[in-house]
């Protein structure tokens, strides 16, 4: 399991596993590099190339920290999750360059990712002195009702490398103040970020075995962890093809799955739009972490009358776009994340070509001398698309967007519908009807109104409708429902025996 084929090997350090409160290697000694993306001479470190022996242990230790834990108050937890709040705000800018070149999106989005992580990590912390139920009126006398959260026990959870510490924080955060323990296998191109956290919480004063963290491949320490029996809840963000493989290995134990997967996310630009502010948002989020985000736009559904000021427009901005290493202040747009991906990338463009739809621009890797030794595509604009191509279907997952015509509002929200995904959506408009219509119609998790489709805060759910998740949300204060259980209790305090629907 490697991250990408060696180049140069330079001298790199060696980062651990963490089972049971210790830093240790894998049971097969073995490990993987971990290379930027960007420039493919440089290793951040060499991971543990964990599998089910490494998995076990750190399942046995989080099963054995679970009776305490749980039975911790919520607010003490939630002082040790201030702490490594504060620790996040002390390291921001380290770790956002290390970030950078571990998985290549610009200085700014990789602080935002940290961000991201110290706003769910204090708005989780905040829930460990609330975590509310709710207290209901009895239908018989001297009686009292009320509901209560209760840990789970050991969550798996397995994390993509788009968001390489967010996505981590997005899960451990609310597992942990709800009272669970875990185990997270990091994403094979990111798993030094996902060590930084980790470290970041031990540090803080988790107690042993409470979090522990392998690093590995998907088939050979993921596939182990969501199969494995003592695993109460699989947490899982990535694609659609792995959500589906992970909900069929857990449903034979009705075990908890929890998914957020892939997306097809949509801009409409009515007649009425502000046409530049919509080209903007359009650019940043069709390009932004080099449209490898799971709410990146990929389709521009554009009003017949604004479509060809939309798209000149568009296509001016994204070939203004300055595509390189993501630490040098001058880059819009950093590189793919490894070979495969670019290829699938360049794939998907060729097809675009087939199909018949106009490439605007982009289209191409880039190999002057800045970016020969990494993985970079120019910003790719496709006009001309119908909805009956490869490309209006499918995720890309790269920075590569569609122009589709539409007729009219409805014609817009038909054509924005029309995807097996729902994670996000947007609209520009001054009309507030067609705003509000929109809103109610288009069928995603996610919507915004004269804004792009990415920019989701921490204390609002986050999650997507049909192929994008299960039904679940994280963040907000819905990720709890994820990582806790109801339970409904009744106190009778009438001193005799009350009979509900018979005595009344
Ligand atoms: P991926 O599905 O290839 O991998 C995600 C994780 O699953 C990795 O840690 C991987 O090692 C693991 N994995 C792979 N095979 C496995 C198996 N058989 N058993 C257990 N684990 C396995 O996805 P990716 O390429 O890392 O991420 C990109 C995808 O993630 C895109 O589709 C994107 O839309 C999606 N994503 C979704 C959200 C969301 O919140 N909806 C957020 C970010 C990314």
Redesign the pocket.
């Known amino acids: 399991m490697a991250k990408a084929k060696p180049v140069k090997t330079t001298k790199a350090k060696t980062y651990k596993n963490f089972i049971g409160g210790s830093w240790v290697n894998s049971a097969s000694g073995k490990t993987f590099e971990n290379r930027n993306p960007a420039n493919l001479d440089d290793i951040i470190g060499k991971f543990q190339d964990s599998n089910e022996a490494d998995v076990k242990a750190a399942v046995k230790a989080a099963r054995g920290a679970f009776p305490a834990w749980r039975a911790m108050p919520a607010p003490v937890r939630a002082e040790i999750l201030y702490k490594a709040g504060e620790e996040l705000i002390k390291q921001k800018e380290e770790i956002a360059k290390t970030m950078t070149r571990e998985m290549g999106k610009v200085l700014k989005e990789t602080r935002g990712d940290v961000q991201e992580a110290i706003d769910m990590t204090y708005f989780m912390a905040g829930e460990g002195r609330r975590m509310h139920g709710a207290t209901m009126p009895s239908e018989l006398a001297n009686k009292f009702n009320m509901t209560i959260r209760q840990p789970i026990g050991v969550v798996g959870m397995?994390?993509?490398?788009?968001?390489p510490i967010a996505?981590p924080s997005w899960k451990i955060m609310p597992a942990l103040i709800c009272g669970n323990t875990a185990v997270i296998?990091?994403?094979?191109?990111t798993p030094w970020s996902v060590w930084k956290l980790v470290e970041i919480l031990h540090n803080a004063g988790l107690p042993k075995g409470v979090l522990n963290m392998i690093s590995g491949?998907?088939?050979e320490a993921?596939?182990p962890?969501?199969e494995h029996r003592e695993v109460d809840i699989v947490s899982?963000?990535?694609?659609?093809?792995?959500?589906r493989?992970?909900s069929e290995?857990c449903a034979p134990t009705f075990k908890h799955c929890s998914l957020?997967?892939?997306?097809k996310n949509v801009i409409i630009v009515m007649d009425d739009a502000d046409v530049e502010l919509a080209v903007e948002g359009a650019i940043w989020a069709a390009f932004g972490t080099s449209g490898?985000?799971?709410t990146a736009a990929s389709r521009m559904v554009v009003h017949k009358k604004v479509i060809k000021d939309f798209t000149q427009s568009l296509m001016d901005k994204a070939k203004k776009l300055r595509v390189g290493n993501g630490l040098d202040s001058k880059t819009d747009m950093g590189p793919i994340i490894n070979e495969p991906?670019m290829e699938k990338i360049l794939k998907y463009i060729e097809i675009g070509h087939k199909e018949g739809a106009s490439m605007l621009c982009g289209g191409k890797r880039l190999m002057g001398i800045k970016h020969k030794n990494g993985y970079f595509i120019a910003p790719t604009v496709f006009a001309g698309v119908t909805e009956d191509m490869t490309i209006f279907k499918e995720?890309i997952?790269g920075p590569v967007t569609d122009v589709v015509q539409c007729e009219d509002l409805e014609d817009g929200i038909r054509i924005a519908n029309n995807t097996i995904y729902g994670?996000s959506a947007s609209i520009y408009t001054r009309d507030v009807n067609s705003a509000f219509k929109a809103m109610r119609d288009v069928y995603t998790g996610l919507f915004y109104i004269n804004a792009p489709t990415i920019g989701a805060e921490v204390h609002l759910p986050?999650?997507?409708t049909r192929n994008?998740?299960n039904g679940h949300r994280?963040a907000g204060q819905q990720a709890l429902d994820i990582f806790s259980e109801w339970k409904s209790v009744y106190v009778d305090f009438s001193g005799k025996i009350q009979k509900a629907q018979i005595d009344n």
């Open positions: 397995i994390t993509p490398w788009n968001f996505i296998k990091s994403a094979p191109d491949g998907g088939p993921g596939q962890l969501v899982f963000t990535g694609s659609t093809r792995t959500g493989l992970i290995m957020e997967m892939g997306g490898q985000r799971c991906q995720e997952f994670l986050f999650g997507g994008t998740g994280e």
